[in-house]
């Protein structure tokens, strides 16, 4: 199938409005309110159609991770089947990862050719494998976790005494203050819905974890948000402002966007040091999924051990987002990501080996507080047989 890139050209009063009326229906059934861009009644308005078909699942989305190399190897046939044989109905696919590279080839001209690789082959007959599954697609692109881009153009990073600011897993960050860092991940987005995704799920949309101890020690540009708020402020604008522009450049393209967020930002005002406002960046996006594994978060709710206790972890937070998401006037479609793997490192006695029952204590947990959309993850793609994904039924 050839994935047309067009115009619609028409009045914005008969055919776009017909478009706008439609869509925002769809949204409404799926729980999700979006503002679309109010254009002069005879303003010619572009429209894009991929020319793929994929119905927003009617019962919400329950899907799994999956890399580059999975979508475009031998793995992918077995997470067909796994979806084929289930209720899980969506892939969250790699299409900028975690270093930075696309994961299949643009074309030799295109800006990004230099950082691609080519894991997925063929993205034409993936789009078409999925749509025959009636999978639906979300495309997952890492924002400002980028050791390619930070290495290629130091200038959009941060500098320490000259160099390249890494972490301790020698993972390099760009700066989320400058525009031209947003429009370089806002053009791959648009690349993606070009090719048929129905969602665009941005990553690592934050800091670096523990930057408010190295903000004033590390060199970098602030762009536009050199006056005004402290550090603290300036770093939650700019992360929120990147959603806010990323969402309203898609608009044309018919996708949702979504993004994950540390589970804890629920729980706080703010996270000070990576710039994540758990309500400010839910009011500017279609989706919101808290990363909310259990062996993710230190004794928290009460619970000593949270790995331990993945049933009431996972309902303490829902209770805890469903009242941050309740105090807002258009909240997002909750989808969390809960935890298909087992967290060894973690120690005797501070792990469980997650199989069935772990995972579909999460999904209940989840179920019972409201919130029927949820992601698995597993870094490896390789996922619990025999879960029942519909615990309630």
């Not at 679309?36 to 699942?57: A, D, I, Q, T």
Request: glycine share 8%; with cysteine.
């Amino acid at each position: 199938m050839l994935c047309l890139f067009g115009l619609i050209i028409g009045t914005f009063s008969v055919q776009a409005e017909s478009v706008e009326s439609n869509k925002a229906r769809d949204h409404q059934q799926k729980g999700i309110t979006k503002n679309f861009l109010e254009l002069p009644e005879n303003m010619v308005r572009f429209e894009f159609n991929s020319g793929y078909s994929f119905p927003y699942p009617e019962d919400g989305v329950r899907g799994v991770y999956v890399t580059g190399n999975s979508a475009g190897g031998q793995r992918f046939n077995s997470l067909l089947e796994l979806l084929d044989s289930t209720d899980l109905n969506s892939m969250v696919i790699d299409i900028k990862d975690d270093h930075g590279y696309l994961t299949y080839r643009p074309d030799e001209q295109s800006p990004f050719y230099n950082i691609s690789q080519n894991f997925i082959g063929d993205t034409e007959k993936l789009m078409e494998t999925l749509e025959e599954y009636e999978i639906y697609p979300i495309a997952r692109i890492v924002v400002f976790k980028d050791t390619v881009l930070a290495e290629k153009r130091p200038d959009l990073s941060f500098l320490d005494d000259g160099e390249v600011w890494k972490n301790g897993r020698g993972e390099a960050f760009v700066n989320p203050f400058l525009k031209e860092v947003w429009d370089y991940n806002v053009d791959i987005a648009k690349k993606a819905a070009q090719m048929g995704f129905k969602e665009i799920q941005f990553d690592y949309v934050r800091f670096p974890e523990g930057f408010e101890r190295r903000d004033e020690i590390l060199k970098y540009e602030v762009g536009e948000y050199l006056d005004g708020d402290d550090n603290v402020q300036k770093r939650v604008q700019a992360v929120t402002d990147f959603v806010a522009y990323a969402r309203e450049q898609l608009e044309a393209y018919h996708v949702d966007v979504s993004v994950d967020i540390f589970g804890y930002s629920a729980t706080i005002s703010e996270a000070p040091g990576i710039g994540q406002n758990f309500s400010k960046i839910s009011e500017n996006v279609d989706v919101i999924s808290s990363m909310i594994y259990p062996s993710h978060w230190t004794p928290y709710f009460g619970i000593d051990k949270p790995d331990l206790y993945p049933y009431e972890l996972t309902t303490e937070y829902a209770k805890v987002e469903n009242k941050v998401l309740g105090a807002l006037d258009n909240p997002p479609v909750s989808r969390p990501w809960i935890q298909d793997f087992t967290a060894s490192w973690l120690g005797a006695g501070n792990y469980k080996r997650y199989g069935k029952k772990e995972v579909e204590e999460q999904i209940r947990a989840l179920n019972e507080q409201g919130i029927d959309e949820f992601l698995l993850w597993n870094a490896t793609n390789r996922y619990t047989k025999g879960v029942n994904y519909k615990p309630l039924e």
